[in-house]
């Protein structure tokens, strides 16, 4: 029989993936159980003053706010670990003895936003808005300022090899973005993440206004991260982005033990940076661990490859956009019908296609004001598909995929959608562990 706390989280984890009445699927818990609602949260405890509309998403419920209302004693470091989901196969949630020592009782769901994937929940957090809002919708991005499919992560449209290419002299990610991070707004940052991301669009797009600073390993991690903290005057609020979890999961398939593995070694960086700390300053020091996504694994068997469908690409207005696990679908005039039928009778069974006026209306992306282009940038349908199916679209003449990739995410499935939030000082957080 499980604790009150076990019997807690079982109740909140069950309401949380509770499916929409109109859309049949669960949508994030955009008003105070998602993503966005840790950064509002971490605002909201600095006391920090924001410019500008729209204003944010609301914090965190009070059952998770780790402030409970009031101001943060010292800095807040959010700590997002790419891939960590709440539940199997890529999470914590149903594997106690995996989880750190100073991890087990702070351990609670929330959501991720839609999709779920890195590119859309990292700029969610880094302006505590919904999809909806700042229009960054997908790994892969129909922008009508170009006129074409742009993947995110890389900054060049699909196709082109080089990176940034569409990152010129007066390029700015108010291109990408409809509402700018939380620090163009007055709320004074720092960024804490991989030294190969320093001078990418996609950092500039998700951490404009913030001080950057760079790591290689873990070690470097956690002395970096340690030397911020016991400045006279440390950084009130410092976002930090660990990768090697998703990178793992999507080559080898997300395991338990991957997880189990990388929140020890997060851990890890917590305890040895909060052990250089004066032991008050290590008390006041507030961390949020939490993630943008966990994983499902993939069958390549199970692969529906769009560009080898003629009776599905004579319908569309443009490549399919979004995620392989949720995929965006814009029709030529008059052809909303037919591409739906053609699509129903290629994809897997168990697949779901929504009306994407629908999906948005009904809350899946976030509440309005929406972008300008948000309609533009969604298309026309949705498709979902159940894992271990996904889709994926090649630019004809471009190269092949080096590898397949075993784990993938963007979905609504429990696995891809649930996250952790797990709160408390950075002493309390790296408790039972060594150095890295």
Not at 108 to 113: L, W
Not at 154 to 162: E, F, T, W
Not at 306 to 313: A, K, Y
Not at 414 to 422: D, G, R, S
């Amino acid at each position: 029989m499980g604790t009150r706390s076990d019997q807690n989280v079982d109740a909140a984890t069950a309401a949380l993936l509770t499916p929409h009445p109109t859309l049949g699927v669960p949508i994030p818990a955009y008003d105070g159980r998602s993503l966005p609602n840790v950064a509002s949260s971490a605002v909201r405890a600095l006391g920090a003053e924001v410019s500008g509309a729209p204003g944010l998403l609301p914090p965190l419920a009070d059952d998770l706010d780790p402030f409970e209302g009031r101001r943060a004693e010292g800095p807040i470091v959010v700590l997002l670990v790419d891939g960590l989901g709440f539940g199997l196969p890529s999470g914590l949630g149903a594997m106690p003895a995996d989880v750190p020592v100073g991890w087990r009782s702070r351990l609670r769901p929330i959501t991720s936003v839609f999709p779920t994937t890195t590119t859309v929940a990292l700029t969610s957090l880094s302006t505590a808005e919904p999809p909806s809002r700042h229009g960054v919708t997908g790994h892969r991005l129909f922008l009508p300022f170009y006129g074409s499919v742009v993947e995110l992560l890389r900054m060049s449209p699909i196709g082109i090899a080089a990176a940034d290419t569409l990152v010129g002299p007066e390029w700015t990610p108010s291109v990408i973005s409809g509402v700018p991070t939380l620090f163009r707004r007055g709320v004074p940052g720092w960024a804490l993440s991989r030294d190969r991301f320093a001078h990418e669009g996609f950092t500039r797009l998700i951490y404009d206004g913030a001080t950057f600073t760079g790591y290689s390993t873990a070690a470097d991690f956690a002395h970096l991260l340690a030397e911020l903290l016991s400045r006279p005057e440390p950084p009130r609020l410092i976002f930090a982005y660990w990768d090697e979890l998703d990178t793992i999961q999507h080559l080898r398939g997300p395991r338990p033990e991957f997880a189990g593995f990388e929140a020890a070694q997060v851990a890890r960086i917590l305890s040895a940076a909060g052990r250089k700390l004066d032991p008050g300053r290590a008390r006041k020091t507030t961390v949020l661990v939490t993630s943008d996504h966990g994983q499902v694994t993939t069958d390549r068997s199970a692969e529906v490859a769009i560009d080898q469908e003629p009776t599905i690409l004579q319908h569309l207005a443009h490549p399919p956009t979004g995620d392989r696990r949720a995929g965006f679908f814009a029709a030529r005039p008059g052809h909303t019908e037919a591409l739906s039928e053609a699509l129903g009778a290629r994809l897997p069974a168990g697949h779901r296609i929504l009306s994407m006026p629908d999906a948005l209306e009904a809350g899946l992306f976030g509440p309005p004001p929406f972008h300008p282009e948000i309609t533009a940038r969604l298309g026309d349908l949705l498709v979902l598909v159940p894992s271990p199916a996904g889709l994926t679209y090649r630019v004809p003449g471009s190269a092949p995929r080096l590898r397949f990739l075993a784990g993938a995410h963007g979905g609504l499935e429990p696995a891809e959608l649930l996250v952790p939030l797990v709160s408390g000082s950075i002493a309390e957080l790296g408790a039972g562990t060594s150095d890295p």
